[in-house]
């Protein structure tokens, strides 16, 4: 893990610098959030930014900046064993606060590197509250997982994340 650091240093530096006072939050989940990357792990990125483009490849395009940026700590981390690359996910704070299947695991073992006043800390605080009202659990089968949402699942019943 301790490999990784410069590089999520490198990271979160270029995001505070490219998205300045409109960035919310940036999270690593995955591998890497969990503390369990391998050396060709990717660095699985949540960026929440206020102003964001409309559409996924508007806003790759705009990440491109920061890819830019990080692109000499990519390099030292590939001279030192490693083959990462960036796999950001988008979303402005209100497509945050919407929810998304993508907190399962992040209420688990998302590592936030940047949450201002901690929107996303709390986001995923509430998401967990309701998986625990549910009795949801995350069941680990080597090491690969599933979620059991609601252990009492009857036949028909609604129910809400």
């Known amino acids: 893990m301790a490999a990784f650091e410069p590089l999520l240093t490198a990271i ?16 690593m989940f995955g591998s890497v959030g969990r503390g369990t990357p391998r050396p060709d792990s990717d660095l699985d990125l949540l960026i ?11 806003r790759i395009e705009d990440f491109s900046a920061i890819e830019t940026a990080v692109a000499s700590a990519i390099a030292r981390a590939e001279g030192d064993g490693l083959s990462p690359s960036l796999s950001p996910v988008f979303k402005t704070p209100a497509e945050a606060a919407a929810g998304s299947p993508l907190f399962l695991d992040m209420t688990e ?12 800390a709390n986001l ?15 069941i680990w089968r080597g090491n690969a997982w599933l979620w059991d949402l609601k252990p009492d699942y009857r036949v028909g019943e609604e129910f809400e994340l």
């Open 12 to 27: 979160l530096d270029a995001c505070r610098s490219h998205y300045g006072d409109r960035l919310i939050s940036v999270a």
């Open 48 to 58: 929440i930014a206020d102003g964001l483009p409309a559409g996924r490849m508007r």
């Open 109 to 120: 073992d998302a590592r936030l590197l940047f949450d201002r006043d901690a929107f996303l």
């Open 124 to 138: 995923l605080a509430a998401f967990r509250a309701r998986l625990d009202r549910l009795g949801a659990r995350r």
